[in-house]
């Protein structure tokens, strides 16, 4: 049920009280003040996005966003603000230099990107390009001893067709209300799909074995992408013991094909590229961002409400909407509620994730270290402590609803505290839905109410996951904003109930 209040009269709307919820209305009116008429979010955004540039897990980018967000959060006033290692995560990288271009027939720059922990180049490397066509065990034998050297191109997979739909969209009311009542999920994968894509995944393997064991220079690979946007692919080994592999440059598809279709046409194509790279191993721990703004109340404060976003990115561009908008939002929260005044009953702790886009870690390892262990399900005393987690993590889009995480229990809270804001999120919707593929699954994998919001897709899908044009012009401002006030107006309301959210049972994940 929504419960629309924008009409009722002001005087009304300030003394009401919720049946289910004690919903303090005028903290939510001084949020939202604060939240729109003194943002702070485009100061962050600039420092997160532009200044501390790409942050690759362990990288030096990595490092200026942590020191720089701790410095800030500390300077708000929040305590315990501190880097906190969650374990070991690998080597640090450093792409230092990036060419590519196409000398013969005719020159042409190439959009490109080093492969992250790849390898440099012997300086810069020249030469026919060779595309392999290694589709069964017999092809590799016309292969052997004639790669020493190579320059490797592989085809991209997939499309590179005009588009005739929009990059950016947002959710219509009727694809909200679809997700209201979901269809159950089944998988899309039988057992027959899973082996075959595993036998494939295999025999790749085998052949960029066959590919270094040979001693090839350089592969160039077309990923996925089109218009000049491509998208990043698995790297290369992070972990300290990773032998030594093949430079690899990922190029937008057009620029393979166009190497194909040239050579497939009798004329031969050369290339020129150089890579320069460094790793960092001095510290192969890896780190996430703690601050916390402390409970007023003796008898809640050891209980915390936490909400966080991965700081960490990949390094095609500056990760800004994947996942510097869930940072600034997650900053830009509990600053609102510092400069507001108000004083949360329970501690309210900022967690700024590292190794996310690596698998979870950051968020997997705190949630070990803090809260229990997701395989054994020994948990520590502070399980017992923890209300809630809120994350961000689906671009720059705004606030649409949220994902209940398939915890029923908390949807008519949700509801409740959802109308107070129903004039900033149009047509809210709430779904038992899972979300997956970000760090609230840590903390709900120990049975702890970890919730993502719905969000606008804008052109996440399209332009800027994992992609080379996910810079600062990708934000929509006034977006991260509206979210800033809606998180903010969540966190403190869980901070203020009598009670802890309510829970479900741990999953077997």
């Not at 609230?440 to 993502?452: R, Y």
Request: some cysteine.
């Amino acid at each position: 049920m929504k419960r629309k209040l924008l009409l009722m009269p002001a005087l009304l709307l300030a003394g009401l009280t919720f049946a289910q919820e004690k919903i303090d209305l005028d903290a939510i009116e001084k949020i939202k003040k604060e939240g729109f008429d003194n943002s702070h979010v485009e100061e962050i955004a600039f420092q997160l996005v532009d200044k501390a540039g790409p942050r690759l897990s362990n990288s030096e980018g990595y490092k200026r966003a942590t020191d720089y967000a701790v410095k800030q959060l500390s300077d708000w006033g929040l305590q315990n603000a501190t880097t906190e290692a969650w374990g070991e995560f690998g080597r640090g990288w450093e792409m230092e230099k990036s060419y590519v271009a196409m000398t013969k027939p005719y020159y042409m720059p190439f959009i490109a990107i080093p492969k992250a922990w790849t390898e440099s180049t012997k300086g810069e490397v020249s030469g026919k390009v060779v595309f392999l066509d290694i589709q069964k065990d017999e092809d590799f034998e016309k292969y052997k001893g004639k790669l020493k050297g190579a320059i490797i191109a592989i085809k991209p997979t997939g499309t590179q067709e005009p588009t005739f739909e929009p990059d950016a969209v947002r959710f219509t009311v009727e694809q909200l209300h679809g997700m209201e009542h979901p269809a159950p999920r089944q998988s899309s994968f039988t057992p027959e799909m899973r082996a075959q894509f595993m036998a494939q995944r295999a025999f790749a393997q085998k052949v960029n074995e066959f590919i270094a064991e040979e001693g090839a220079a350089l592969i160039i690979k077309g990923v996925n992408g089109r218009h000049g946007t491509l998208f990043t692919s698995s790297p290369r080994g992070y972990l300290k013991d990773t032998p030594e592999g093949i430079p690899e440059l990922e190029t937008a598809p057009e620029n393979v094909n166009l190497m194909a279709r040239l050579m497939e046409n009798g004329v031969d194509v050369e290339v020129e590229a150089e890579i320069k790279t460094r790793y960092l191993n001095d510290d192969m721990q890896g780190y996430n961002v703690i601050a916390e703004i402390p409970g007023s109340d003796p008898s809640l404060k050891a209980e915390v409400v936490m909400l966080g976003g991965h700081l960490d990115s990949w390094h095609g561009a500056n990760g800004a909407t994947d996942n510097a908008a869930g940072c600034i939002v997650m900053m830009e929260a509990v600053r609102i509620l510092q400069a507001t005044g108000l004083q949360p009953k329970r501690t309210v702790r900022i967690a700024l994730w590292g190794g996310e886009e690596q698998g979870l870690h950051g968020s997997r390892g705190y949630v070990k270290n803090h809260f229990g262990d997701r395989e054994t399900k020994e948990m520590k005393p502070e399980h017992e402590k923890i209300s809630a987690y809120y994350n961000i993590d689906n671009g720059t889009g705004r606030v649409r609803g949220i994902y209940l995480q398939g915890n029923a229990q908390v949807e008519p809270i949700f509801n409740e505290w959802f109308a107070p804001l129903d004039d900033i999120v149009a047509d809210r919707t709430i779904t038992i839905s899972n979300t997956g593929g970000t760090d609230h699954q840590s903390f709900d994998a120990l049975g702890i109410p970890g919730f993502q919001f719905i969000q606008d897709p804008i052109e996440y899908r399209t332009r800027t996951h994992h992609t080379n044009m996910d810079t600062f012009e990708r934000l929509e401002l006034d977006d991260l904003r509206q979210m800033a006030v809606v998180i903010a107006s969540f966190v403190y309301n869980t901070a203020q109930r009598d009670e802890m959210l309510p829970r479900k049972p741990m999953t077997e994940e």
